[in-house]
């Protein structure tokens, strides 16, 4: 693995904008990664087993299913140096598949957050674009808080998009090609 690949502080093509205003966090995240949207939309929405990949993550498990909305509880530990987060949330995801994933937090601790997550396919890759305003319990510092939480963002990013590159690496190595299907 690279040094780019294994520090997620120099993953910067990961675009990572923090907004703190007073109790109010507004994150808005945009990379692509070379799969299709489909590829993309099965790791993101992999919640069952995102606690397996995404390290901040303790636990990630979906609660109801209706449809194609779910519940899903999260909790875990947002850590940068000496400032450690834990964070717990109990969440509404809306999918709309291979398009856009609309979160809404019901409980947790935080009072308030809504996000969504767009996949657009730009031909050869998917291009995810993140928003998300939450509103916090504790009052975050303006300057620590920014760059805690954009270290912490970037990096859960970084690797939900190596665990989608893996994936695509372990499908296409397990897809039988056209000699190995013969027999050849």
Do not use: C
């Not at 674009?129 to 975050?140: G, L, S």
């Not at 190596?162 to 695509?168: A, Q, S, V």
């Amino acid at each position: 693995m690279t040094a780019a690949l294994a520090d997620p502080r120099q993953d910067k093509d990961i675009d990572v904008k923090v907004h703190i205003a007073g109790e109010s966090v507004i994150v808005d995240v945009t990379f692509a990664v070379p799969a299709t949207r489909q590829e993309v939309w099965v790791v993101l929405t992999d919640f069952e087993h995102m606690a397996d990949f995404v390290s901040n993550l303790k636990e990630s498990k979906v609660v109801s299913t209706s449809g194609n909305t779910l519940k899903i509880f999260q909790r875990g530990t947002a850590t940068y140096g000496p400032i450690s987060f834990p964070f717990e949330s109990t969440r509404e995801i809306r999918l709309i598949p291979f398009e856009k994933i609309r979160s809404h937090m019901i409980s947790g601790n935080m009072r308030m957050m809504d996000g969504t997550t767009q996949l657009i396919d730009e031909g050869g890759q998917t291009r995810i674009i993140y928003h998300t305003d939450t509103i916090q319990e504790r009052w975050i510092p303006p300057i620590i808080g920014k760059v805690f939480i954009e270290h912490e963002i970037r990096k859960q990013f970084h690797e939900m998009r190596n665990e989608i590159i893996k994936r695509k690496r372990a499908s296409a190595s397990s897809t039988p090609t056209r000699s190995s299907a013969r027999g050849i």
